[in-house]
């Protein structure tokens, strides 16, 4: 008992060292690595990244060192057109009550740093896109050592974002995109142009437009997404966006002179919760019906697009084993069925748009 009690007095001091050692270190290098973690940020981006006050710990994630960074701001990236979007400020790309930074401890005695994982917490990020294309989140850049000869890439083996408030305004393809990422990890590797990207992310769409549509009716959806970026363009991995037993996969890319070829499907859809994500006042006005049945559809975009220019639309689509029901009339249609597609046509737009349903059958 006594060879126990001493093995555990022992223990609780080398423990109780240990922490006030890397307590002590944690303290003595503070300042030091905050400097260095900056200085390799900025050298990997081309924007302007400012901090309020930080705090290094080597105790909070060990054995893995953490850095805090409070008020964090990222600048928007130079070069792109910022008159077009008015009174809307389009100065900063991020801003973050707190970012934290981990890495390994052996990454300080080599100056040589890899991120781990970073974790953005109760922020906003803004992504702008001027009606050339050119945007204010070009952030990346080749890491040069002092040499001259090009110096390691950038890599994030995880990205985690909490309650971070997103803003996506394109007026080139006259789009608005805002939502709340609730929980989302992101996977990234960057070296100069190329990034490679995988995220899983809980989000809550708020605010959909484009031209004159405009949906504000908020939708929580899953989004799973991979893809390269380079020089060429953006080239999508099987990506799904799910939305409660929605599923839609997309494929394709998005060129660097905005050329599109993407492909969006989905099947096995039930309709029945249809109307609870149609705009208020179709909503209010569909309230008495009860939709129930099995959605698969395809859809295809390609082409050159723009805000004066729409690519190739081809949506097609089949429901089965379909019912629905009026409550104040009592009209019921039993167990139909039909496919239908939709294309923008020749001249790729509303005049030269067709549309198609056949194969129509019900009880």
């Known amino acids: 008992m006594k060879v126990f009690v001493r093995i555990v007095r022992i223990s609780a001091i080398a423990v109780i060292s240990l922490l006030l050692i890397l307590f002590t270190v944690s303290l003595a290098m503070q300042n030091r690595v905050a400097s260095v973690i900056l200085d390799t940020l900025n050298r990997n981006f081309l924007t302007r990244i400012e901090t309020g006050s930080y705090h290094f710990s080597l105790i909070r994630k060990f054995p893995r060192a953490t850095i805090e960074l409070r008020n964090v701001i990222v600048h928007s990236s130079p070069g792109f057109e910022r008159s077009g979007f008015g009174k809307i400020s389009t100065d900063t790309l991020l801003q973050a009550r707190s970012a934290f930074i981990d890495f390994k401890m052996t990454d300080i005695l080599k100056g040589d740093y890899t991120f781990k994982t970073i974790t953005v917490r109760s922020g906003r990020l803004n992504l702008f896109r001027d009606s050339s294309g050119k945007n204010n989140y070009q952030v990346t850049a080749p890491a040069v050592k002092k040499d001259g000869e090009p110096g390691s890439s950038l890599n994030l083996d995880r990205i985690n974002l909490a309650d971070v408030f997103v803003t ?140 004066r220019k729409n690519p190739h639309l081809e949506i097609a689509w089949s429901v089965k084993d379909a019912n629905i029901a009026h409550g104040r009339s009592k009209l019921k249609i039993d167990r139909f069925a039909f496919d239908g597609s939709l294309t923008n046509g020749q001249s790729n737009c509303a005049e030269t748009a067709v549309l198609s349903i056949k194969n129509f059958a019900t009880r």
């Open 168 to 307: 996506y305004h394109d007026l080139d393809a006259a789009l608005i995109i805002k939502g709340m990422f609730r929980e989302g990890r992101i996977k990234s590797r960057i070296s100069g142009n190329n990034i490679d990207f995988d995220s899983n992310s809980e989000v809550v769409f708020q605010h959909f437009q484009t031209g004159g549509f405009v949906y504000k009716q908020p939708v929580t959806a899953t989004l799973e997404v991979g893809l390269n970026r380079n020089d060429k363009g953006v080239f999508f991995k099987k990506s799904t966006l799910q939305t409660g037993n929605w599923k839609f996969v997309m494929n394709g890319f998005v060129a660097a002179d905005g050329f599109i070829d993407l492909t969006v499907s989905g099947s096995d859809i039930d309709i029945a919760p249809i109307i609870d994500y149609l705009p208020d006042k179709y909503r209010t006005q569909a309230a008495a019906y009860q939709p129930s049945g099995i959605l698969k559809v395809e859809s295809s975009f390609k082409g050159a697009t723009s805000g």
